[in-house]
């Protein structure tokens, strides 16, 4: 499963609300795999309506890092908030009260990422975090909670 992949292309040209709404998708599908994964029945697993808070919860209970709850929960109010508000932008805040949530790992991964990417494409004029629009912000943010997921994923025996 390469979905990080799948994100990097379905977040391209996205408007803010296809942003949100579509890496909560593939985050869900990543956090549906790692559950499955333990499971003895997926088609039992499959009759119960879990929330997403709920499939997080389980998630965890079944052993994926406590550090990604925060994190994966502010993604899922968020992007609650979008579906049932109709909001137009990601904001600023959205992306500080989402950062926030990220272990000292996590922000160090999108930083040293940021930064390799900055070193490697200086033509692209890609600023340093602090300096990029709060959608691209939230777009890292994604890209890291699902390079974590993929992580898990890939231990996952066949």
Known sequence: MELKSDLLNTLQGEDDLGVVIRSHIIVEQYLNKIIESKLESIAHYKKIKLDY????????????DSRLEKPLNALG???????????????????????????????????????KTRKQLPESGISKYQGLEPKDKYILIAIVLCGALELVCKKIPN
């Open 77 to 115: 109010t968020l992007r609650n908030d979008f579906a049932h508000n109709l909001r137009p932008v990601i904001s600023a805040q959205d992306v500080n009260n989402l950062y926030a949530c990220l272990g000292e790992n996590d922000k160090k991964v999108l930083q040293v990422s940021l930064d």
């Open 53 to 64: 808070h709920d499939t997080i919860k389980l998630a965890i209970s079944l052993g994926l």
